[in-house]
């Protein structure tokens, strides 16, 4: 035999695209060619290759090797083929039998000694190998991420040895499906922990049962980090496809996969220091930001007008469309983003503006330029702009009724999201324009007060969307199938706190 082909894939984006390795032994001069677009780390794979090959005790061939990656237009890169480029010339060169390989892929990089090691993105692999009815081969650190698809087999092998053992069938490598792992708990923080901030508390649960943006606004202490911060144990455990699709995120950066948080919402909170490419993804090949790492769950901007605001613009568009798209010179990646923004603010540099005590010193003219660092169009892309004054030290000793736990206020928030999983198939936050005609519907009250407050506010067309859309929410906690006015009217208010301080930004 002086041909052989081996299946493995290659990762672009969030997409893993079949790889054909073919690997040919001819006659010659001893060359080794590695062609099909390969990047430099899988052209130095020839060197590992080979000395892994020898050190197993494998005559290396002494003719002209050529592997072609196919498709040969898909660039190539990562030791992921390192496996399948070892097992290709061993098939070719006779050395061993390739009859249990004809629908089984292969990953792996090789050490010098022939040992496997973990390769990124196993998960999208394995996703991808799952619909092609394709088994996999991995190696043992990528072995639970690959078996989190419950509809793929999965075998794991710690040597070259042990994969060739398993083509001559002097030991059969085990072949398992993955298993559905059960959902966990949140991080443990309780709502409860948060005293007298009942409209902040209100905004909260607001923003968990309809999926809303939100922004907190108030000086430094007041519980706005606190609040973010148990917003994830507030959400619905994440379905079993949900889950798969932020973990094959975390996969792409080559981060760890925590099983012991599985089915739990991301919650990400980047430092305000963090650029524009740790927020969206770049690079030269292109890696998820913060906001693909956040799918499915909350992104968290503390200081929101301390970041640059270069980096606050980049979010405008993943915010409407759940989806971010890198474009670079040679490639153009897609990564999903459909995040929940929860930002947090003080009302001025120094964060007493408006203190009973008189503790703000800031001159109105710096108070401007701390504002003016937000856009008009990012705020009005903010759901709720909620005000969280500053607390009274004796309320912080006694708990009231109204600081109820976060098991109680997310029972609620579930009853609300099914109520809107049955009506329209999403939450009330991802409504496009003809959902909203269809399903935010209103008293004839409730339509003159959203006119009537359109037309004192100056509000755009966006803003009048995303108040019948948090109106439309408040609805659904309290299990109405419309619209009232005293739904509409807690919407406006959610909109409108936040407005008298940051009337300088809009």
């Not at 507030?234 to 981060?255: D, N």
């Not at 490639?331 to 929860?342: D, K, V």
Request: glycine residues 8%; aromatic residues 2%.
């Amino acid at each position: 035999m002086a041909m052989a082909t081996v299946l493995s894939r290659a990762q672009h984006g969030m997409e893993a695209p079949q790889v054909q390795v073919e690997v040919d032994v001819g006659s010659g001069l001893p060359t080794f060619a590695i062609v099909g677009l390969p990047e430099a780390v899988v052209k130095e794979s020839k060197d590992r290759v080979r000395a892994a090959v020898v050190n197993c005790n494998f005559e290396w061939p002494s003719g002209r090797i050529t592997v072609n990656l196919s498709p040969a237009d898909l660039p190539k890169e990562g030791g992921r083929f390192d496996l399948p480029i070892a097992l290709g010339i061993l098939l070719a060169s006779g050395q061993v039998p390739g009859a249990n390989f004809d629908r089984c892929e292969l990953y792996g990089e090789l050490s010098l000694s022939g040992e496997l090691r973990p390769v990124r993105g196993a998960l999208l692999a394995a996703l991808a190998a799952s619909r092609a009815d394709h088994a996999m081969i991995v190696p043992p650190a990528n072995a639970a991420e690959a078996g989190l698809v419950t509809r793929c087999s999965v075998a794991t092998a710690n040597h070259l040895l042990e994969v060739a053992a398993h083509a001559t069938g002097a030991q059969r490598l085990s072949f398992a499906h993955g298993t559905m792992l059960a959902s966990k708990s949140a991080n443990g923080l309780d709502l409860s922990e948060v005293r007298s901030q009942p409209l902040a508390r209100r905004a909260l649960e607001i923003a968990a049962a309809g999926q809303h943006s939100l922004l907190l606004i108030g000086p430094p202490g007041t519980g706005k980090s606190m609040l973010a911060q148990r917003l994830p144990g507030l959400l619905p455990p994440m379905s079993e496809a949900e889950a798969l699709e932020a973990a094959a995120v975390r996969s792409v950066t080559g981060a760890q996969i925590k099983l012991s948080e599985w089915r739990v919402r991301p919650f990400r909170s980047p430092h305000h220091t963090a650029s524009a490419v740790a927020l969206v993804g770049g690079g030269q090949h292109p890696r998820p930001g913060e906001i693909s790492l956040a799918h499915h769950g909350v992104l968290f901007l503390d200081e929101l007008p301390e970041f640059g605001r270069r980096v606050l613009e980049v979010l405008r568009e993943p915010l409407e469309t759940g989806v971010i798209t890198v474009s670079r010179a040679a490639r153009q990646a897609e990564f999903p983003a459909n995040f929940q923004l929860i930002a947090a603010m003080n009302p001025c540099p120094c964060g007493y503006l408006g203190d009973p005590q008189g503790r703000c010193k800031c001159a109105m003219e710096k108070v401007e330029r701390y504002r003016a660092r937000l856009s008009g169009p990012l705020l009005d892309r903010l759901d709720m702009h909620v005000e969280v004054p500053r607390v009274p030290i004796e309320a912080m000793r006694a708990k009231t009724s109204e600081d109820e736990s976060t098991a109680i206020v997310a029972a609620r928030v579930l009853r609300a999201r099914e109520r809107q999983n049955a009506r329209q198939g999403t939450t009330n936050a991802r409504l496009t324009n003809s959902g909203i005609e269809q399903h935010c519907r209103m008293t004839r009250q409730g339509v003159i007060l959203l006119e009537r407050a359109a037309t004192a506010l100056g509000l755009s067309a966006r803003a009048h969307h995303r108040i019948l859309k948090v109106a439309r929410t408040i609805a659904d906690l309290a299990a109405a199938d419309t619209i009232a006015p005293e739904h509409v009217s807690e919407a406006i208010t959610l909109r409108r706190l936040g407005r008298g301080r940051l009337s300088g930004a809009a």
